[in-house]
């Protein structure tokens, strides 16, 4: 009975990280593919235009 806590601690380490290593890969991939392509373009050059027009007078 003294000796069940010692392989119940292992499988518990094992089982929660294969969960957020898939999760994460997935979410990495959509996420940064969608959120990079889409708010780095337009976030770089929304900021920059935006910040440089109003200032230069077409």
Known sequence: PPRPPEPGPPPRSRS???R???ERRAGARPSLR???R???RPGRSSRAPR???PPRPP
Do not use: D, G, L, N
């Open 16 to 18: 929660p990280p294969p």
């Open 38 to 40: 889409s708010p780095s």
């Open 34 to 36: 969608s959120p990079r």
């Open 51 to 53: 910040a440089r027009s």
């Open 20 to 22: 957020p290593r898939p």
